[in-house]
């Protein structure tokens, strides 16, 4: 039994896929959870490896139930860069803290799990036996087991030199895996109503983590789209809500994006996609509204602003107008005209999401959002900034060879007075923002062909 505050050593096996986005990941759901991110370990960078401390194996089972990033945690008996290493720091371990999980009434197995390299049957026999010195004093039980032990070993990051020898071994008990399998259950290859702009479910889950969604949470999504990150948010027991100023996806209309099928089908909608999951519970409403009108009254209402908001390319970046905007020159509509439809431009649409956020959040409330970049001109002061709103992390995922998006994190952390809608104005970080207005036509120099060809067989 681990003594009051004393803080146990777990390895948590990493997946190779959205590097960038696994601690800010760990970390955050750490903070839900009340524990904090401590780990004698330097960098994270790529390794599948991370060692780390955690105050309960509660906390590390709740990370589990969450984590999309992360495939399995195991609390840490040794540890070492030769045989020899592992099976001494094997014996440092404290006999008092094997011996519930050995004793002679319990059943255990004992897994190998390498990590850049495939080992013989015979290999794996020979390092379990090695273990002999171990008190094992249960039976093994193959199929259920009730405690299954792990050997990790760590070939390193390149397949094109695998040495003979790991770089790190690993001896643990496994806890518990993580939420992978939903990247699967929630594909949107699967998914009811979908559209051109669809959020991959993997990420989706990423950023519900990210912001730290919670049970009971409200979640708003301004862009919501086809409500892709509003699923994610809803899975973890959050009540979501949308508004897009597109009509037709929001009532499901139109024309469909899946390949055979010309137009949407009955009940092509955001509310079915909840139901489809069974979290239709979840669902609040969603609105046609355009972002850059917020028609809220002033007040804290969301947990979590999780949102993807549209960059040009797939997807206009249009902002209803009004007849005041209609520059000089243009001939006027009548009083009773709908109003036009301006262009939004992107560090505008950026500035408008922020202020947002930093209104309407909880105090400790997060925004989560990409930024879209083109990477050549890129520098960390153009990151939009505001002063209620602490960032918290910012991630990168690369679109192509000159242009990336950044998933931004964003805490507030003071409350919102009205001479703060202006401040950002004042900052170092307003000229740089304006390089993201030309974005489209950044991304269009290079990758035009291909986006016309995906879009062409997107609409066969
Ligand atoms: C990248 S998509 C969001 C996709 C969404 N995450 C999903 O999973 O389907 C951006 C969305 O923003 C909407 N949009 C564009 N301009 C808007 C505005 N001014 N106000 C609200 N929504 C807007 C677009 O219609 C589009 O559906």
């Known amino acids: 039994m681990a003594l009051p505050g004393a803080v146990n050593r777990y390895l948590l096996l990493m997946a190779q896929e959205h590097l960038e986005f696994r601690l800010p990941e760990i970390k955050s759901l750490l903070s839900l959870f009340g524990g904090q991110f401590t780990s004698s370990q330097e960098t994270y960078g790529k390794s599948p490896f991370w060692i780390l401390s955690i105050p309960s194996e509660d906390i590390a089972r709740n990370l589990m139930k969450r984590t999309v990033c992360a495939k399995s945690i195991f ?80 070939y390193g990051l390149d397949p094109n030199c695998i040495p003979e020898n790991p770089h790190n071994i690993y001896f643990g008990r496994w806890i518990a895996d993580g939420q992978r399998e939903l990247i699967e259950s929630y594909s949107v290859k699967k998914r009811h109503f979908i559209g051109n702009t669809s959020m991959d479910a993997g990420l989706s889950f990423i950023m519900a983590n990210h912001g730290k969604v ?25 009540y979501v ?11 499901g209309l139109g024309k469909a ?146 242009t990336s998006r950044r998933l931004i994190t964003m805490e507030k952390v003071k409350e919102f007075e009205n001479r703060d809608q202006y401040s ?9 923002y304006q390089g993201h207005n030309s974005f489209r036509e950044k991304y269009f120099s290079g990758v035009t062909k291909r986006i016309a060809k995906e879009e062409k067989s997107n609409q066969e």
Request: glycine share 6%.
């Open 257 to 402: 994006s899946r390949k055979n099928q010309k137009w949407r089908g009955p009940d092509e909608n955001i509310r079915a996609n909840l139901r489809q999951y069974g979290l239709e519970k979840y669902y609040l409403d969603v609105l046609v509204s355009d972002a850059s009108k917020p028609s809220w009254r002033k007040g804290t209402y969301f947990d979590a602003v999780i949102t993807d908001p549209p960059y040009g390319i797939r997807e206009s970046t249009r902002r209803t107008g009004s007849q005041k905007e209609i520059p000089k020159g243009i001939e006027k509509c009548p009083e009773s005209h709908v109003p036009v439809s301006l262009s939004y431009h992107l560090s505008d649409m950026f500035f408008d999401l922020l202020n947002f956020a930093a209104e309407t959040l909880v105090l400790g409330g997060r925004l989560v959002y990409w930024l879209p970049v083109y990477t050549p001109e890129y520098t960390e002061e153009m990151v939009p900034w505001h002063p209620c709103l602490k960032l918290i992390s910012n991630c990168e995922q690369k679109l192509s060879s000159h």
């Open 241 to 251: 809500y949308g508004t897009d100023i597109d009509y037709n996806t929001v009532h």
């Open 75 to 154: 609390e840490l008996w040794g540890h070492g860069k030769s045989p020899e290493e592992l099976y001494s720091s094997l014996k440092n371990y404290p006999v008092d803290k094997m011996v519930p999980f050995l004793h002679s009434d319990s059943t255990y197995k004992i897994k190998i799990h390498t990590f850049n390299k495939t080992l013989t049957q015979e290999e794996k026999v020979k390092r379990i036996d090695a273990l002999e010195f171990l008190p094992f004093e249960g039976k093994v039980n193959l199929k259920k087991p009730q405690h299954i032990f792990s050997i990790l070993e760590d």
């Open 214 to 238: 919670k049970e009971n949470d409200i979640v708003f999504d301004p862009f919501v789209g086809t409500g892709g990150l509003l699923i994610a948010s809803a899975h973890f027991g959050a």
């Open 424 to 432: 950002h104005l004042l900052s170092d970080h307003f000229l740089p």
